[in-house]
């Protein structure tokens, strides 16, 4: 059974307003667009009124027969021509609003989903931030471009023609008015229910895409352990569940659609009947009456249209609330990017005095009633190579990532230079402190590309004279600036540090890789990883099984030679193979959640303790 938490939906107020402040943004397109809009309805009304006048003049006997039939009729045409123009355009003009809209909500949410914090991301896992990304986008995507534009034509139709009826008799206006009761119960039902109903459709996809995605990712994992019929038993609920919450959504529109349905089509027939009553009383003329009937017969259309698009209305207001909601998701547990822990702004926190990690009294939980790491006292010095070993699930790598700043400590503090990591902004804590472990990716790009991630100060064009982009700043150990040879001598040193500048310069550095590209091999992933390492040159390194995919020779050559890289910086390495707590100026044993024994190596080893079983045991003497 999943434990992944889902991110937060914004509530339906939050997204009203959201929605408000994006249309607003471009108040003379938008009215523009209406007024386009407006002006095209106008036009519909003169036919209808034409035609009034016409029968009006008929029957009294004027006009000069088929002369007046004849201009009405061009006179019709000529607005219906400049009706549909008018109509072009108000949809070109409201497109393109659309699309100017649509890219900053998508430009917004792509900042948002980049500003989630690490933890956050994984305890709500991939299935729901892709089917956000992918499936809500897509829906909003399509309601903007057909539902939101149809929708307000039919508005500005509706209010235009209405506004045409009190004009032509304000009594034939009251029998438009006979729906209202109907319409209003049965919108009250509807909108009381489809909110909660939508989103959950939205849920039941991020559950199918989780569940497919651990599924096809674990591929070797279910079949070593013949789990298929267990996985499949998964997707059938996830998909039954799924086709519920459809058939639930779909069942409030059968209920819905027809009662309003049959509610528009009374005001056609109370207007005749009613109008017929007022004409034969004098009340109103017969001109008046066939111009409001057929005023409100062109109301059937514009209905029909906001009825037809309250389905997708509905379906695009609930994954905006998702797609918000990302926005909101920093609040529910780790600062927002820019803000401290109170909400105040990063960049007003103090810079770090040192580059020293000390931990405090450090607890960390990922159920509420099971702490991982129990009471976690450390400092680090600047400059020092720290090794934790321990057995599994001891909480070795948490402790990185808390060190990293992915995590936030449940009781106690993790600072450096004095400044807790939970008040660094993303950007400052970067510059401090880098994890890597044996997770790596390669996007998709050129090979330059992907070491240029690391370091977006350089310029990434090849060719001599191309070194750092302005503002960058030399990192420590680095010297006063890059060697002479520009940007790709530099990324050159850096492959080389890693023992991969052989196999990249074979490949070049303007060859695609990732998807579409050349494949890498897992431990090459891995030295293009570290590479960046090397690039992105921050003062505190954790490395959690960084060389864990290399044989033992190689991944022993490449931190020979990351050592002297990493002079003066400070290295903190999870380590599973014991060398490399050989190498380092301080041992921290870790078991059950607790630092058990912490000193150089051989004083571990003299102690006789845990730390010398596992040398032992590594060394094969037990």
Same mark, same amino acid.
């Given at each position: 059974m999943s434990t992944h938490t889902s991110l937060p939906v914004a509530p339906a107020r939050d997204t009203r307003a959201y929605a408000r402040r994006l249309a607003l943004r471009h108040p003379r397109e938008l009215t523009a667009v209406l007024a386009l809009y407006a002006l095209a309805a106008g036009c519909g009304l003169v036919g209808p009124r034409l035609l009034g006048d016409l029968v009006e003049d008929t029957r009294d006997g004027g006009g000069d027969g088929g002369g007046a039939i004849a201009r009405t009729a061009l006179l019709i045409c000529v607005f219906v021509i400049v009706q549909a123009l008018l109509t072009h355009a108000a949809t070109y003009a409201s497109a393109r609003l659309g699309e100017k809209v649509l890219a900053e909500l998508r430009e917004r949410f792509v900042g948002d989903v980049l500003a989630l914090p690490l933890a956050t991301v994984e305890r709500a896992g991939a299935g729901d931030l892709v089917t956000r990304t992918i499936r809500d986008v897509e829906v909003l995507a399509g309601c903007v471009r057909r539902a939101v534009p149809a929708t307000m034509t039919a508005l500005v139709t509706i209010a235009v023609t209405f506004g045409a009826l009190f004009v032509v008799g304000p009594l034939l206006a009251f029998p438009c008015l006979i729906a209202v009761p109907v319409l209003w119960a049965a919108s009250r039902w509807f909108f009381g229910r489809s909110r909660e109903a939508f989103l959950r459709q939205s849920a039941s996809y991020a559950r199918i895409t989780e569940g497919l995605t651990e599924t096809v990712e674990g591929a070797r994992t279910v079949e070593a352990l013949r789990l298929a019929g267990r996985r499949a038993e998964r997707t059938d609920?996830?998909?039954?569940?799924?086709?519920?919450?459809?058939?639930?959504?779909?069942?409030?529109?059968?209920?819905?659609?027809?009662?309003?349905?049959?509610?528009?089509?009374?005001?056609?027939?109370?207007?005749?009947?009613?109008?017929?009553?007022?004409?034969?009383?004098?009340?109103?003329?017969?001109?008046?009456?066939?111009?409001?009937?057929?005023y409100v017969q062109q109301l059937l259309g514009p209905v029909d249209t906001v009825l037809y698009c309250l389905g997708d209305l509905q379906a695009g207001a609930a994954s905006l609330a998702r797609l918000r909601g990302v926005h909101r998701a920093p609040a529910s547990g780790a600062p927002a990017p820019g803000a401290d822990a109170s909400g105040t702004d990063a960049s007003a926190v103090a810079a770090p005095r040192h580059r020293g990690l000390a931990l405090r009294g450090v607890r960390y939980a990922y159920r509420e009633d099971r702490d991982v790491l129990r009471g976690i006292d450390l400092e680090i010095e600047p400059g020092e190579r720290l090794a934790v070993?321990?057995?599994?699930?001891?909480?070795?790598?948490?402790?990185?990532?808390?060190l990293a700043g992915i995590h936030a400590p449940r009781t106690g503090s993790v600072t450096v230079g004095g400044v807790p990591l939970a008040e660094l902004s993303p950007a400052r804590l970067r510059g401090q402190v880098a994890l890597v472990t044996q997770e790596t990716y390669v996007?998709?790009?050129?090979?330059?590309?992907?070491?240029?991630?690391?370091? +977006? *100060? $350089?310029? &990434? /064009? %090849? !060719?001599? =004279?191309? #070194?750092?982009? +302005? *503002? $960058?700043? &030399? /990192? %420590? !150990?680095? =010297?006063? #600036?890059?060697? +002479? *040879?520009?940007?790709?001598?530099?990324?050159?040193?850096?492959?080389?540090?890693? *023992?991969?500048?052989?196999?990249?310069?074979?490949?070049?550095?303007?060859?695609?890789?990732?998807?579409?590209?050349?494949?890498l091999a897992p431990d090459r992933v891995q030295q293009l990883s570290l590479a960046r390492l090397v690039l992105a040159d921050p003062h505190t390194l954790v490395l959690d099984e960084a060389t864990s995919l290399l044989d033992p020779r190689a991944a022993r050559r490449l931190e020979r030679s990351l050592a002297a890289l990493l002079e003066g910086r400070t290295v903190i390495a999870i380590a599973h193979r014991l060398h490399t707590a050989h190498d380092a100026d301080r041992v921290a044993v870790m078991e059950n959640g607790r630092i058990t024994e912490l000193g150089p190596h051989d004083e571990l080893v003299a102690r006789g303790g845990a730390y010398a079983a596992l040398w032992e045991s590594w060394h094969g003497r037990t």
């Open positions: 609920r996830d998909i039954a569940g799924s086709y519920a919450a459809e058939r639930h959504t779909i069942g409030l529109l059968t209920v819905f659609l027809p009662i309003v349905d049959t509610a528009y089509v009374l005001p056609v027939a109370a207007t005749l009947v009613l109008g017929g009553l007022f004409a034969l009383h004098g009340m109103v003329s017969l001109a008046a009456v066939t111009a409001a009937t057929l070993v321990g057995p599994s699930g001891a909480g070795k790598s948490t402790l990185g990532r808390l996007f998709a790009g050129t090979l330059r590309e992907n070491l240029l991630i690391a370091a +977006p *100060g $350089r310029v &990434p /064009g %090849p !060719g001599p =004279g191309r #070194g750092l982009g +302005p *503002g $960058r700043e &030399p /990192g %420590p !150990g680095r =010297g006063p #600036g890059p060697e +002479p *040879g520009g940007a790709d001598a530099e990324l050159e040193r850096a492959l080389d540090a890693v *023992g991969a500048r052989e196999w990249a310069l074979e490949l070049g550095l303007d060859a695609r890789v990732g998807a579409g590209g050349a494949a």
